[in-house]
């Protein structure tokens, strides 16, 4: 079936340091990819996609590349600030019959920065 | 930012009562969707629509349905509520092309 493993967190930064959550698939055919981010209190965000093969998505300094090769997207920004802390969902697309897409989420890793 | 709005944002109620959860678009989307969010779960699909009076089942839809009488509106509703069913409920809508969807603000129940 259709899944995305996601790297257990929290994960606990200083500003400025660098930034890698990773996150693999499994998935039939070609899925798009995601990255979304969730501040606490409020809804899912889109901060990035990629829609085929060694396709890179980038926003706000995140970056991540889709990886055909190794089933991955794994996320990475070269240097955090503290307004980054929230949690972070890779997911992908899946079409259900055709009749239009659903999401499948991975659970999510927590990203604290510190000053 | 997307024109999605959820209501109520919260709401505490008790087992066994109906709950009606609404969600309203201005974007003219043609595909919305319900989920709920669960600590160590991620976000999980419920139920779909993909157009006026076209819905389908998601990923945990056992104690839920929904209907859609108009592109704007989706309604999410819990027959007979079960502490089980205390989460955070996510909408969301696609315009299907390039299969992003966009998110709500959320609403949180509590079912005691």
């Known amino acids: 079936g259709n899944s995305v493993t996601q790297m257990e967190g929290p994960v606990t930064l200083s500003e400025e340091a660098f930034l890698t959550i990773n996150c693999t698939y499994t998935?039939?055919?070609?899925?798009?990819l995601f990255w979304y981010v969730q501040y606490p209190g409020e809804g899912l965000q889109l901060l990035l996609k990629?829609?085929?093969?060694?396709d890179k998505g980038s926003n706000k300094g995140f970056e991540a590349t889709y990886r055909k090769e190794t089933t991955s997207f794994h996320l990475e920004k070269g240097s955090v600030q503290v307004s980054d802390s929230a949690v972070y969902f890779c997911?992908?697309?899946?079409?259900?019959?055709?009749?239009?897409?659903?999401?499948?989420f991975g659970k999510g890793t927590t990203l604290s920065v510190s000053s | 930012d997307a024109g999605i709005t959820q209501s109520p944002r919260h709401k505490v109620t008790e087992t066994g009562t109906p709950v009606t959860l609404r969600c309203h678009q201005t974007?003219?989307?043609?595909?919305m969707y319900w989920y709920r969010q669960d600590p160590g779960h991620g976000l999980r699909l419920i139920h779909y629509?993909?157009?006026?009076?076209?819905?389908d089942k998601g990923e945990v839809s056992d104690g839920y349905s929904v209907s859609r009488s108009k592109t704007e509106d989706f309604l999410l509703t819990l027959e007979s509520a079960t502490s089980s069913q205390t989460s955070v409920y996510f909408c969301?809508?696609?315009?299907?092309?390039?299969?992003?969807?966009?998110f709500g603000p959320g609403t949180r129940l509590t079912v005691t």
């Open positions: 969301a809508i696609s315009g299907g092309v390039t299969y992003e969807q966009y």
């Open positions: 998935a039939t055919g070609y899925p798009s």
């Open positions: 990629a829609t085929k093969a060694d």
């Open positions: 997911a992908l697309s899946v079409s259900p019959n055709q009749a239009g897409t659903a999401l499948i």
């Open positions: 974007e003219n989307h043609r595909y």
């Open positions: 629509s993909y157009g006026v009076k076209d819905t």
